[in-house]
């Protein structure tokens, strides 16, 4: 998925507020990353046990009834092109 930190999403909205941009437009990261590596980052921002952490793919997780991608980025392109501003990776 294409995870955007708050931080970020305040500074484009703040600098949006006075242009004149109209359109519908995806915010989020250029590149995407997977659930695991987000949550594996999340721990070790808050310097917790990485080792309490398993990987799965959905293909062997059976517990899952209904479908589920399993590429969920997004393109925010359109918006940077847009903007020009650039969005982290």
Do not use: W
Not at 37 to 55: Q, R, W
Request: hydrophobic share 35%; proline share 3%; with cysteine.
């Amino acid at each position: 998925f294409s995870p955007l930190s708050i931080n970020t999403l305040v500074e484009v909205i703040y600098s949006l507020i006075n242009t004149n941009i109209n359109g519908t437009f995806n915010l989020g990261s250029s590149c995407g990353m997977s659930k695991f590596d987000f949550a594996s980052l999340f721990v070790k921002g808050l310097k917790l046990n990485e080792s309490l952490l398993n990987s799965i793919s959905i293909k062997h997780n059976k517990k899952l009834i209904a479908d589920r991608p399993k590429n969920m980025t997004m393109s925010s392109k359109k918006f940077e092109q847009s903007t020009s501003i650039d969005l982290p990776r």
